[in-house]
Structure formats: C-alpha cells, structure tokens
C-alpha cells in the first residue's frame, strides 16, 4: 500500500483526531478539568487546585501529543547500504507510557520489534519513536500492537515482521479488579514471522522472558 492509498494519519496536520470535530480551547480544557474538580467533591478555587487545571491541559499535551505526529513519516528514511546483511533485528524493552481509551488510565510497559529485512534496513531509534508516537494516543493494547506492526510492514516492506507488548495496566491495578502484578501481553506476527514457526521461535528466543522487568 502507497502513500496515497493509506488514510491520513489522525491530527498529523492540524493536531485534531479524526472524526473529534474543531478542537476545543485551551481555556475550554481548564475550564472542563475545573467541572471534573468539582464533581469530585473538591472546590478548584482552592489554593492547592488554583493552577490544576493549566497543568492537567500541560500534561494531556504530553501525554497525547502522537496525534500530531505521524509514523508513517518518522519511518520512511531507510538505508541499503547494508553489505548484504539479511538476518533479523530485534529491538527489545522499548519503554512506553499510555493511556487507556476507556478509563484515561495509565498503560506502562515494553514493547519488542524484529524484523527480516529484505534490502533496506531502518534506524533504531526511529523503531522507539514510532512506539513513542502510537503510545501517545489514546489506546488499547492491541490495537497498539498491531499499528506498530502495520506501519513498519507498509514503509520498510521487509520479509517479515514481529511486534510483542507486555503491560500493566491500571485501569485493573488501581481500580475495578485491583489485581496487582499482572501484565497482559499482546503480538502481532506478520510475513514469515508468522509462516514460519523457526524464524517465530528465533524472534521469541531473542526478546526472551523480559516481563519482570516490566515496570509497573
């Protein structure tokens, strides 16, 4: 799939998600985190809570700032000069932070890429980058997945491509459930990495068993 058949990428160029309609203003922001205080049972001209709502706004920027960002961009510098190498590349424990599209919670936890190149390679960090920036948005995990996988199979177009996630998430942590210590973890195998069960093995041997490192 080319450039021109993908669909644009949400809020690469005006910084809105798709289908939100015109962005609220900054001062719309303050005064909707000023009603949630409220409804809390808390007063928002108290001094602890006075400047609550302008850093609330700062910190969703931070934490949702990949729906002005496009991964498709970030990936499509890659490299041929590579002396013939055709053997896989794993890039393991990739932290990230996210939040989940149902209760706004906390997502944290490592993801884990490899992929069989086929002539081209493509720089590491912008593997960690292009997690950065799906990460930073509102998600599920695997829906996180599978973007990371997708977007590295369309512009690198290598042999094969294979994306695991393990996290903790706090929406079943700190709430509901409340069940501690538990990871879910997610993949997305596509090419031989799913045809192939040795070049799966191979890739699963690579990361190997990073979950307890996960931080929580």
């Not at 850093?55 to 990936?75: H, N």
Request: charge should be negative; charged fraction near 30%.
């Amino acid at each position: 799939m080319d450039d021109s058949q993908r669909a644009p990428v949400a809020g690469a160029d005006d910084d809105t998600p798709q289908g939100a309609g015109a962005r609220p203003t900054r001062d719309e922001a303050e005064q909707a985190v000023r009603v949630l205080l409220r409804w809390a049972g808390d007063d928002p001209e108290r001094e602890g809570l006075l400047d609550t709502p302008k850093r609330v706004v700062r910190a969703y920027e931070e934490y949702f700032r990949g729906y002005g960002q496009d991964p498709y961009a970030i990936l499509r510098r890659t490299f041929e000069e590579t002396n013939g190498y055709d053997e896989m590349v794993v890039l393991r424990d990739i932290d990230f932070r996210s939040h989940c599209e149902h209760h706004v919670a906390p997502i944290v936890g490592r993801a884990h890429i490899g992929y069989l190149p086929d002539n081209r390679v493509i720089g590491i960090s912008k593997l960690a980058r292009v997690v950065d920036v799906y990460a930073r948005r509102l998600q599920i995990q695997e829906k996180l997945t599978a973007e990371i996988a997708d977007s590295i199979e369309t512009v690198l177009q290598p042999r094969g491509v294979g994306v695991v996630i393990e996290a903790a998430h706090h929406c079943m942590t700190t709430r509901g459930v409340s069940k501690e210590g538990v990871l879910m973890v997610t993949s997305r195998m596509l090419g031989t990495f799913r045809t192939d069960p040795k070049t799966r093995r191979e890739f699963l041997s690579m990361i190997g068993n990073p979950a307890a490192s996960v931080p929580r």
